[in-house]
């Protein structure tokens, strides 16, 4: 650095020297990157956080509108599997159809984003699969929690109460 500085004031003397390493012109660049890519996560959570919430609530009203049904379906001898399967295969379908209209939108808007980038990357089928699988995993567990109470409650009481 002190070279740098030597030589630059032998050939322009009283000119101020600007020095900076490449990396923090790379770091720099990426800056904004950053800051959108922690802006979109935390967004990413609350809105997983707020549809969780309503699937819940979705599953709970779904749940005591089928009371009656779950109380017949345990007397006639449907096991616990059975009952949490019945209540969970329209949210799973639910999910499956909202993630197969939400591919082409997601694949558009990445790629138009990474457009801008001179080196891109391609992207790829696992990305979506792993995001498939995890909004699959994330609706089963929210819906299944009140597919467990209701196939855990005695059927006598649903059937009279419900």
Do not use: C
């Not at 802006?39 to 979705?58: D, E, H, P, R, Y």
């Amino acid at each position: 650095m002190a070279f740098i500085r030597e030589t630059w004031e032998s050939f322009l003397p009283g000119t101020p020297v600007s020095l900076s390493f490449l990396n923090d012109n790379f770091g720099k660049l990426f800056e904004s990157d950053k800051r959108l890519a922690s802006l979109f996560t935390g967004f990413s959570i609350f809105a997983v956080f707020i549809a969780s919430l309503g699937l819940s609530g979705l599953g709970f009203f779904i749940t005591e509108q089928r009371t009656k049904e779950i109380g017949i379906r345990k007397v006639l001898g449907a096991s616990f599997v059975e009952i949490i399967l019945l209540l969970s295969k329209d949210f799973i379908k639910l999910v499956l159809i909202s993630f197969i209209l939400a591919i082409p939108i997601a694949y558009f808007g990445m790629s138009a984003w990474l457009d801008d980038f001179v080196y891109r990357t391609d992207i790829g089928v696992v990305s979506f699969l792993v995001a498939g699988g995890l909004a699959l995993a994330i609706a089963w567990v929210t819906v299944s929690y009140q597919s467990v109470n209701a196939a855990k409650r005695n059927p006598i009481s649903s059937l009279r109460h419900g």
